[in-house]
């Protein structure tokens, strides 16, 4: 069975001299994207070389290996559960290519291509993407090419011996940003890795955009038609680093727009008796500080972060997640002492995480703990790159086994079921509508498919 958890992040710098040192920097910046694997290659002027290891990237690439490792031109990726990036030859010449997403149709295409007398080492994804490309003559074509027949996810980047070529699929899912310095250009799968190396964020790389990018600055390449947008709105809620800016939103801006909204239903609903406002760090912060801000409810960190902890989201199973969710928190006891406590977090997925943390919470002495959440309830995994949720594991989904939670009420009762389960004093969520209306983008331009199960690409998709 094919692991749908290519949460991942793709990096890549054109500049006058050496640029090892950026890319470890922008995958360092990346890292939350996934901490599995992480990789660069980079062109010397004679050859591309690359390396990839199994771990972070601080804790993986050696001093030596940096030192030795040269080139003016480079792409870096981190990644939940394949090493990249790759290195091939071809008709296109020598390209090396990172990407970030899922395709849905690897396994027709798989077989389609083998068919036709193509070998694969294990028959990844970025080997089907890499082979789809050099089937043609030149890498703009290539990834035309590609974008006709994937099904699927990507933000991409390719090293040439002449620059990089950075492309988006043509629903725009995952993010993709481009950076300008002084003589260098950048693109990184997230702004964070532009601007805290000291570039300026030029723009994002549009839906079916191709840009080359050279010493010169950007070339719009090739814009292929793109039916209608579909960024995945989970980014804002939570995968995204909350310094980051995606397709003009600031990540912070719509967590805390999320935490307002949650504010405003207990508002409306007559309101909350409680004395402080929490978060679940991290991306619980922006939520909490929204709630903070609507509600007037003062702002209290009641969790330690444990910085040397993974991200329990990019593990590879719901069990690793809760194991790592159990390291990376531990309770400021006297903050919460007798305490009522409004806690804010992005999304329950199979509710373990946040029933633990409302059980340490009122072990060291909270008197309540209502659970706020930005997200609508889970009803569907993800297709395009986001984590390894299944049917099975989600929360919500035990409650109602088919369709939509579509009205208040049907929310209202998930809420007193969920409460239960979660052992809180209360649980709300924002509804689909309210959380589309707190991030202010359209609602055609988001992927919402977590929530409502509708494909963006419509009911069409054979799989
Ligand atoms: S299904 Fe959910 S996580 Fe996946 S791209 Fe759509 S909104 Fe994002």
Redesign the pocket.
């Known amino acids: 069975m094919k692991l749908i958890g290519e949460n991942c992040g793709v990096f890549g710098i054109v500049k006058d001299t050496d640029c090892v040192e950026d890319i470890y920097r922008g995958l360092d910046f990346l890292q939350h994207r996934g901490q599995q694997f992480c990789g660069m290659a980079t062109y010397n002027g004679k050859r591309i070389y690359q390396i990839t290891h199994y771990g972070q990237v601080g804790n993986t690439f050696t001093p030596h290996e940096l030192e030795s490792f040269k080139g003016n031109t480079g792409i870096g990726h981190v990644s939940l559960n394949e090493r990249q990036p790759m290195v091939w030859q071809g008709a296109v010449g020598e390209i090396a290519v990172a990407f970030s997403g899922n395709i849905i149709n690897s396994e027709a295409l798989l077989e389609e291509m083998k068919d036709k007398g193509e070998a694969f080492y294990h028959g990844l994804d970025i080997e089907i993407i890499s082979k789809l490309i050099m089937q043609e003559k030149n890498v703009v074509t290539g990834i035309s090419m590609l974008a006709q027949k994937i099904k699927g ?1 990507y933000s991409l980047v390719v090293l040439t011996q002449d620059g990089i070529y950075a492309a988006r699929d043509i629903y725009g ?2 993010p993709l940003m481009l950076g300008e310095g002084s003589n260098a250009f950048m693109v990184s799968s997230e702004s964070r890795a532009v601007q805290s190396s000291g570039f300026k964020c030029t723009r994002d790389v549009r839906p079916g955009e191709i840009v080359f990018i050279t010493k010169k600055g950007f070339e719009t390449r090739q814009k292929l038609k793109s039916p209608r947008r ?1 960024h ?4 804002w809620a939570y ?1 995204a680093s909350m310094d980051s800016k995606i397709d003009g939103l600031y990540v912070q801006e719509a967590r805390n727009n999320l935490g307002k909204s949650l504010a405003e239903r207990d508002i409306e609903e007559g309101g909350i008796q409680a004395d402080l406002v929490a978060p679940v760090p991290m991306s619980g912060i922006g939520h909490a500080l929204g709630y903070h801000m609507a509600s007037g409810l003062p702002y209290q960190e009641v969790f330690l972060y444990n910085r040397y902890a993974d991200r329990s989201y990019t593990q590879l199973t719901q069990e690793d997640r809760d194991r790592m969710a159990k390291k990376k928190l531990s309770v400021l006891e006297y903050a919460i002492r007798d305490k009522r406590i409004v806690l804010c977090d992005d999304s329950i997925v199979r509710g373990t995480q946040i029933r633990e943390k409302v059980r340490e919470l009122k072990n060291a002495g909270a008197k309540e703990v209502h659970v706020r959440i930005a997200c609508p309830p ?1 009803m ?8 390894t949720r299944t049917y099975e594991e989600l929360l919500a989904r035990q409650y109602l086994s088919e369709g939509n939670i579509t009205t208040m009420d049907e929310l209202k009762a998930l809420e007193a079921w969920v409460f239960e389960k979660i052992g809180a004093d209360s649980v709300k969520y924002n509804g689909l509508e309210a959380f589309v209306a707190a991030l202010k983008i359209p609602k055609e331009d ?6 409502d199960g509708n494909w ?1 690409m419509g009911s069409g998709l054979d799989i």
């Open positions: 996810a899912f995952r579909a995945c709105a989970f980014e995968t889970l569907y995994p993800c297709d395009f790159g986001i984590s988001l992927c919402l498919k977590c929530w963006p």
